[in-house]
Structures are given as C-alpha cells and as structure tokens.
Nanobody
Framework: QVQLVESGGGLVQAGGSLRLSCAAS????????MGWYRQAPGKQRELVAS???????TYVDAVKGRFTISRDNAKKMMYLQMNSLTPEDTAVYYC???????????????WGQGTQVTVSS
C-alpha cells in the first residue's frame, strides 16, 4: 500500500508565502516523476509544477518565478515553496507521484488527499 500525505496548507494574505510538503510512505520500490496539482472551485484540476527523479522541473506559466518545487528522494518527500501568493492561487493542492511498489513491475499514479490553500486579498 502506498500513501501520499500533503501538509502545509492554510490561510495567508496576498503577498505571503506557504510551503507545502508531500510525504510518500508504504511499500515503495521507487518513485519516478512527482508533481503538484491544484483545483479551484468550478475549475478543472491543473498541473502546477512537476519534478523528475533526477531533479528536472516544469512549471505552469502562472506560477513561474513565484513557486519552487523540490524533492528529497532519500526521505521520499516533495515540497512546494509558494511565494508572492495571490487570491488566484486559492485552491486545493494535490500531491501526485508515479510509484513502483514492491513486487510490482510497473509504475502507477498515486494521489494525496489534498490540502487547502486560501489567499485573502
């Protein structure tokens, strides 16, 4: 069983910062790509940032220069440092990872339960 658990969400004023964390646990053989998604009310879930096992990163244009994604492979952790937050960043943020579990020959996508980020104006 593989679990992803997010933490670090909350309420912050515009211009503020938050750091999200994602902890992966369970019967994990290896983790490939990881990413942060978000879903605002009435909108589709969108990819915010991704990071490959080797560290290569991608960002959606709306967060470039403000958000930084990182990971600690040894600790099976992923982070999202969010600076200069705006009300448009308000959403539920989800952790996603491509995980190969023990005794498995394939990678599968796993999701966390989500953490709410609310930015007030």
């Amino acid at each position: 069983q593989v679990q992803l658990v997010e933490s670090g969400g909350g309420l912050v004023q515009a211009g503020g910062s938050l750091r999200l964390s994602c902890a992966a646990s369970g019967s994990i053989w290896s983790i490939n790509d990881m990413g942060w998604y978000r879903q605002a009310p009435g909108k589709q879930r969108e990819l915010v940032a991704s990071i490959a096992s080797g560290g290569a990163t991608t960002y959606v244009d709306a967060v470039k220069g403000r958000f930084t994604i990182s990971r600690d492979n040894a600790k099976k952790m992923m982070y999202l440092q969010m600076n200069s937050l705006t009300p448009e960043d308000t959403a539920v943020y989800y952790c996603n990872a491509d995980v190969r579990a023990w005794l498995s020959t394939q990678y599968a996508a796993y999701w966390g339960q989500g953490t709410q980020v609310t930015v007030s104006s």
